[in-house]
């Protein structure tokens, strides 16, 4: 009676953690649903789009922050740094274009490069993005939470516990599926687009009225007094910075799969309306931070403000307009992660695939995302974050190295794509085609790779050395594993076949502690596999009093196996033997048993069977010495190719194997084929 209330409330607490999961997590999703997983634009441009559509708000604001040395002269030189920045846009909007038709599947960098630059170079396109990405979500949140002190000053004291929950928010919603995830971003980025190109447009008006001197609604504050004269080395800094605007702009290249047919197009719509609008946001801002006299402030002080928040309360004031803009810049900034949620994973696939990363980085969980990818981002960008204090100042000289080195590689992979493909082209009209995307690629790693000597020349000292000493670090981790996975292949890899020949049985050892229900299971198990079975007992596990417990032991053994073996004429019943373990392991003298045993018999496999009784409750593991882990521990360990290691479960309470199923999985029938 106690163990079926035992078990009803095992069954209980299973089923209430299985709706917890299934309402936080949704239903699991068979394979052959995947199709209907796949986006269109709609989905796509908050999906993909967020990181590059976010990066207006803390791009320009990088850049600020670099020319509030020079005070207000710096602002001078903000319009023409940014069109040296909406230049280079352009340029790696038509080269992607490129790519995405190129390779209709997916091109990311990492597959560009591999297929056209080799192994190595791929592999550094992968570790640039994939430092780039945990960046991406650090930056985004920390510049989302920003915006939100900047709204409501009393939170500044919790900045990074903000940071912290809203990673946790967004791990959890991409836990759910890139559609998932893009259909419910989808509301807070076409507002923030919406708010903010009615704000620059109102302010593009008042600037065009006033003869270029608006009136703000509310004064920004004054520029800081100038520290040091405006210079080439400020501006090229000012410029390395600005870059981080350009962050995610491959994100739909490296995304390609995620779309529904046709995917090419769909692919194309969506990196047009995210360069477009990142576009429109990036000059229009900075164009009225120039006209209305707004220089970046200190993050780390209190009474911050955001440049976005100080441009809307010039433009419109902090009216109820103000709040439901910054409250979509918050918004689209805290999520502008979800960008690197949708490629990281699908980037570490790639990757794992290929034997560079734990292949569990490859597989597909509950909802159809790479899970492992997902939460592996979560970790890694959630230490960044507290190791920088959920700071975006701090963050951002890390910023924007991996993302160009990305570019460059990406681009250089298409140039050796093209001239590939030309020398398999016979007519003209072909070669000229091709000779033309050539060049805009070619222009396109050119232009990215000087933009790269800038970055890290200007950003190194201010911790972008950090990031440029991490990228070998873990090239050569990647290589480690794929050494690994290679060994282990080499190890495997055999070129016989099957042998059918007459084996002889194994020997079978079972250790046992007493008589019972489970040593009885065991041992019926070892003698159905061989007439050689051991049964050992380790004696003194508990201390030094065991005589007493050995002839007990031995006159049961007497009783319920021996005699009932010569009442049965069985000729070979279990042999009871005892091991002494002096310093209570266990693993130690069974350990050279086996050695002994393996000696005697050269020919002959020894097979260990573990009697365990199965624990369903956390309780139980504390009330138990867990001898029977330990030993499989050991024995897997140490011992040896010859031996095979089985466990023989007894249960309190018979188990029920739906429990262990969802409902789809419990409703799906039994499909066997045979080879």
Not at 135 to 157: D, E, F, R, T
Not at 167 to 193: E, I, Q, S
Not at 235 to 253: D, H, I, N, W, Y
Not at 616 to 626: C, D, K, T
Request: glycine share 8%; with cysteine.
């Amino acid at each position: 009676m106690e163990a079926q209330d035992g078990r009803n409330a095992g069954e209980y607490r299973a089923s209430f953690l299985k709706s917890i999961v299934r309402f936080v997590l949704g239903r699991p999703l068979a394979n052959r649903e995947s199709r209907q997983r796949q986006i269109g634009v709609l989905e796509g441009v908050p999906a993909m789009g967020l990181d590059g559509l976010s990066s207006s708000a803390y791009g320009p604001e990088a850049a600020l922050t670099i020319l509030a040395a020079a005070g207000a002269a710096g602002l001078s030189a903000i319009l023409p740094i940014m069109f040296v920045i909406l230049a280079l846009l352009a340029i790696l909007f038509i080269s992607y274009w490129q790519t995405v038709e190129a390779y209709p599947k997916s091109g990311g960098a990492y597959i560009v490069a591999k297929e056209n630059l080799g192994t190595n170079v791929s592999l550094l396109a992968a570790t640039a993005l994939m430092i780039d990405y945990v960046l991406n979500v650090a930056v985004g949140i920390s510049a989302g939470v920003a915006a939100l002190v900047s709204a409501l000053p009393q939170l500044h004291p919790y900045m990074l516990p903000l940071c912290l929950c809203v990673l946790g928010g967004v791990t959890l919603v991409n836990l759910r599926g890139t559609m998932d995830a893009g259909r419910l971003f989808a509301l807070p980025t076409y507002l923030f687009v919406l708010s903010f190109i009615v704000i620059l447009l109102i302010g593009a008006y008042l600037v065009l009225t006033s003869g270029s001197h608006p009136h703000p609604a509310i004064a920004p504050p004054p520029p800081p007094k100038a520290a040091e004269a405006i210079g080439l080395w400020l501006v090229l800094r000012a410029f390395a910075s600005g870059c981080t605007a350009m962050t995610g702009v491959e994100a739909v290249s490296n995304g390609v799969g995620a779309f529904r047919d046709p995917a090419v197009k769909n692919a194309h719509l969506t990196l047009t309306v995210i360069v477009a609008t990142l576009g429109i946001l990036l000059g229009g801002i900075a164009f009225l931070a120039h006209a209305y006299g707004i220089m970046a402030m200190d993050q780390t002080q209190p009474g911050y403000q955001s440049v976005l928040s100080q441009l809307a309360s010039a433009v419109v004031g902090r009216g109820a307009f103000y709040y439901v803009a910054i409250a979509s810049a918050l918004a689209i900034l805290c999520l502008s992660a979800n960008t690197s949620f949708v490629d990281f994973p699908r980037l570490c696939r790639f990757v794992a695939q290929d034997g560079f990363l734990p292949r569990p980085f490859a597989t597909v969980g509950r909802r159809l995302v790479y899970s492992v990818g997902v939460l592996y981002l979560t970790i890694t960008a959630g230490l960044l974050l507290m190791a920088f204090g959920g700071i975006t100042d701090r963050l951002i000289p890390l910023f924007a190295i991996g993302a160009f080195l990305t570019f460059t590689l990406s681009q250089a992979g298409m140039v050796a794509h093209w001239r590939r493909v030309m020398r398999g082209r016979r007519s003209a009209s072909g070669s000229r085609r091709i000779w033309i995307h050539l060049v805009i690629n070619a222009v396109g790693a050119c232009a990215t790779a000087t933009a790269l000597l800038i970055i890290v020349v200007a950003k190194f000292t201010e911790g972008g050395w950090i990031t440029i000493a991490t990228i070998p670090c873990v090239l050569i981790l990647l290589k480690a594993i794929k050494r690994y996975y290679d060994m282990i292949v080499a190890q495997l890899r055999t070129r016989g076949h099957l042998e059918f020949r007459s084996n002889k049985p194994p020997i079978v050892v079972v250790p046992i502690q007493d008589w019972n229900r489970l040593t009885s299971k065991a041992l019926t198990l070892a003698m159905e596999l061989s007439s050689d079975v051991h049964a050992v007992h380790l004696a003194a596990l508990e201390g030094p009093d065991v005589e007493a417990e050995e002839k007990r032991l031995r006159e049961q053994w007497e009783n319920v196996v021996n005699k009932p073996a010569r009442a049965a004429h069985f000729p070979h019943p279990p042999r009871l033997e005892f091991l002494s373990a002096p310093y209570r392991r266990i693993h130690a003298p069974l350990l050279k048993l086996i050695k002994e045993i393996e000696e005697k018999n050269p020919d002959r496999t020894i097979a260990v069977l573990i009697p365990e009784l199965v624990k369903r409750h956390w309780w139980e593991y504390l009330l138990s010495v867990r001898r029977a882990r330990r030993l499989r521990a050991a024995l897997l360990e140490y011992g040896g190719s010859r031996v095979a290691v089985m466990e023989v479960p007894w249960y309190l309470a018979e188990p029920d194997i739906e429990q262990s199923m969802t409902e789809e999985e419990a409703a799906e029938p039994c499909t066997v084929e045979t080879g």
